[in-house]
């Protein structure tokens, strides 16, 4: 009987939108990663930019730990996903899932006990909400493929 030399698995091949997804969120992040360090460093020509009011420059100026902490991770991890996608790496779906479940607790937190809504406005808030959405979507994408055996 005929014994391959290669025993290893074959890898399914990489689909073209690998890299459209992994560039859309590396873009994505990459704008949020941006909003970030302006905001933390509360630089006031982002906030005129912004179009941000007092009331706004006070929500980042006194912004709490917590919520801090997941936006941190929410942004690294972000980031890590979309280039662990585009280097065709396993990583990429765990870490977008760490991505997705930061983001949905400082949405909760945010809308839940700092007012964020009534801050900064539905269009601020439903982009947030759309970067989850669009988070989840990379998590999921990220575990189909791998099950496909695209990443390795």
């Known amino acids: ?3 391959s030399e290669n025993t290893q698995p ?3 091949a990489r689909p073209w939108h690998l890299w459209v997804v992994g560039l859309v969120l590396l873009a994505l992040y990459l704008v949020g990663a941006r909003d970030y360090i302006l905001a ?3 630089n006031k020509g982002y906030f005129a930019e912004q179009g941000y009011g007092p009331a706004q420059i006070a929500y980042f100026t006194d912004y709490p730990a ?3 902490i997941f936006w941190t991770i929410n942004i690294a991890a972000g980031l890590a996903a979309a280039l662990l996608l585009l280097f065709h790496s396993r990583w990429a779906t765990p870490v977008a899932l760490i991505a997705a479940a930061s983001q949905l607790c400082l949405l909760a937190i945010t809308f839940g006990f700092m007012d964020r809504w009534a801050i900064l406005g539905p269009r601020f ?3 947030d909400i759309g970067v989850w959405v669009l988070t989840v979507g990379l998590w999921l994408y990220c575990h189909a493929i791998h099950r496909r055996g695209v990443l390795r």
């Open 10 to 12: 074959r890898r399914a």
């Open 40 to 42: 933390r460093t509360l």
């Open 125 to 127: 808030s439903l982009v």
């Open 66 to 68: 917590i919520p801090a």
């Open 1 to 3: 009987m005929y014994k």
